[in-house]
């Protein structure tokens, strides 16, 4: 009996390191995999264009002659884009960002215990934002940080995982000066299409912390709509253009701003107090 019972502890211990092996050897080859990437990307930036004379005649060449200048800079990010990863766990993302038949990625996944893990560097473009708009830009990828938290988009997020994203976003901001309106959500540039962070997301939170803009509390007092403190000219499609929605789908771009900023009926239309933050809001990004 008790030889049975060391046997069984011995072969349990041999699986459980075998697992951890596995796994270990899974992110080796993909680290692995990644630094050739890298390598390729380097080597493009390295290369030195030919000139026509280097080259044959039929070939598309546009150079007459190379001078290279030391005046230049890499990307340098912009905004920040946070998602929920509407997967079951930080193992299943990973997983999914890593694969190359999905062509999809992110800079950082925060885990619900708060782990942060980075899978790419801040200067390469992370394939997270796809189409979407906000103000003009029309490249969201090229310009910004993608962060995924591990949430189903159906829950709360877990406090240890928004204390990690407070920290990983004051590192980001103070390193390359994002500007405070710039931190914004996927549902906010891609309406229709995202709703990701989902109303639950802490938004008032990170805005009190000075990532993104939230209305003033006044809003919530008694009686604040009836005084008449919305202008009676307000447009309010105009005032979700200039914050930086995409209004070409009015109700999609109603609805994304709620789920960033009223965060309950999402489904209706603006009213009341809806316009009033709105308004507010409005006045704070123009």
Known sequence: MRFHKIFSALVFAGISIALVSCSNDIFRK???????????VTRTLQEIPKTKSQTKPDTLSITDEWVGTTNFSVRRPNFVIIHHTAQDSLAQTIKTFTLTRTQVSSHYVIGRDGEVVQMLN??????????????????????????????????????????SLLLVLKRLKTKYGIPTANFIGHSDI??????????????????????????????????????????????????????????????????????????????QPLRGVDELILYNLYKKYR
């Not at 993909?30 to 390729?40: F, I, P, Q, S």
């Not at 103000?135 to 995924?148: M, P, Q, R, V, Y």
């Not at 891609?190 to 006044?218: C, I, M, Q, T």
């Not at 209004?247 to 009926?265: E, N």
């Open 122 to 163: 801040d200067y390469l473009r992370s394939w997270h934002a796809g189409r979407g708009r906000w103000g003009n830009d029309t490249d969201l990828n090229s310009a910004s940080i993608g962060i995924e938290l591990d949430n189903n988009g159906f829950e709360p997020f877990n406090e240890k995982q928004i204390e």
């Open 190 to 267: 891609a309406p229709g299409r995202k709703v990701d962070p989902s109303p639950y997301f802490p938004w008032k939170r990170l805005a009190e912390a000075g990532y993104g803009f939230w209305y003033d509390e006044v809003l919530d007092t008694p009686n604040y709509l009836e005084a008449g403190n919305l202008p009676e000219n307000f447009n309010s499609i105009d005032a979700l253009r200039i914050i930086g929605y995409d209004v070409s789908d009015t109700a999609a771009a109603v609805q994304s701003f709620k789920i960033h900023f009223i965060q309950r009926d999402i489904e």
């Open 30 to 40: 993909n680290n692995k995999a990644h630094k050739k990437a890298v390598k390729e």
